[in-house]
C-alpha cells in the first residue's frame, strides 16, 4: 500500500474514493450495454450508401447541384419532379440522422420492412420508394443511422 502523504494524509484516502467513483462511472456508462454488433452497423451502411441510396433524395446539394458532404442524410428539397401527375408527391425528404433518434428502432424497422410509419396514416408519400427490407438489413439500416451524430 503507498505510503500516505505526511503533508496531505487524506490524500490516499481521496485518491481510493476517486478510483471507486471512476469505477461506478464506467459500470453505469451507456458504452457499456451492449449495442449493435460493428458488422451489422458496417452492413447498414452498405445498404444505405451504395444499395438504397438513401442520399441521393435525403441530402442537400449546393447552387452546382453537388452534394453537401457535412449535411449528409440531413434532409432537405429532393430537387426533381415527376414528369406526369402524381396522387401525392413529397417535395421533401427528412433529416434521417434526426429522424433515426426520435423513431424507436421497431419503428424503424417495420417502415422499412413494409411501408408502415408509426403515424399509420398518411404513408410516406413518392418519391420515397417502399422498401420490402430482410429483418435483418432493415435492423442493420436502423443501427446505421442511430450510429450517426453521435
Ligand atoms: C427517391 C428518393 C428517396 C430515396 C432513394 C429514399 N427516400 Fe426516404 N423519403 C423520401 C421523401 C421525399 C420522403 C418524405 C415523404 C413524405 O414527406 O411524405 C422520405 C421519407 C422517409 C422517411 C420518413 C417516412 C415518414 O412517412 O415519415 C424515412 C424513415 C425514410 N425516408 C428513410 C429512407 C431510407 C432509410 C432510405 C434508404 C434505404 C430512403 N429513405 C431512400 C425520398 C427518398
Redesign the pocket.
Known sequence: MARPCPLHPAAGRIRSLMALGALLAAASSPAHAAGPSAALVEHGRY??HDV???G???SPRDEHGNFIQARWLRGGP?GFEATHLMP?W?G???D?VT?AKE?SEAD?VA??RTGA?P?GT????P???R?RMSARDARA?AAY?RSLGK
Open positions: 445498404i444505405v438504397g441510396m438513401c441521393d433524395c435525403h429532393i401525392a413529397a421533401d425528404a427528412v434521417l429522424l423513431w424503424l417502415f422499412l410509419t403515424r398518411p404513408p410516406a408519400r418519391p420515397m420508394p422498401y439500416v443511422l
